[in-house]
């Protein structure tokens, strides 16, 4: 079975090694859920130096490429930052649907009926 391409956003914690559990709890809800997910918080500061500006713009232009290639971005946490909303603009503008982490549990849970 192939599953659609879910891009995650969420507020990532400063921390790199809080943001990278949170991110992969989310990538895990979302494979459950039935999705293939892609979260570039995960692996870009593997190869990407956020503190060099190209590198940042590197990743964040990466990070929409991915985006235009999904099927869905989905909203994780109760949090809301501008890059956030700048990740549900550009979706919205691309007809890529937008939806919440707890709004796919929800669907999949009906499911199950």
């Known amino acids: ?5 879910a891009y995650i956003t969420a507020a990532w914690s400063g921390d790199p090694c809080e943001a990278t559990e949170q991110a992969a709890k989310y990538c895990r809800a979302v494979y459950e859920a039935g999705f293939s997910p892609i979260c570039p918080t995960l692996y870009q500061p593997l190869f990407l130096n956020d503190a060099v500006p190209e590198e940042h713009k590197s990743g964040i ?13 989905v909203v994780c ?23 919440t982490l707890d709004g796919i549990l ?8």
Request: glycine content about 10%.
């Open 61 to 73: 232009d990466m990070g929409r490429d991915l985006l235009r290639r999904s099927h869905v971005l």
């Open 1 to 5: 079975m192939k599953r659609p391409l």
């Open 77 to 99: 946490g109760s949090i809301s930052t501008e890059g956030m909303k700048n990740d549900v603009a550009v979706a919205q503008r691309l007809g890529i649907t937008a939806t």
């Open 106 to 113: 929800t669907v999949k849970r009906q499911g199950r009926r």
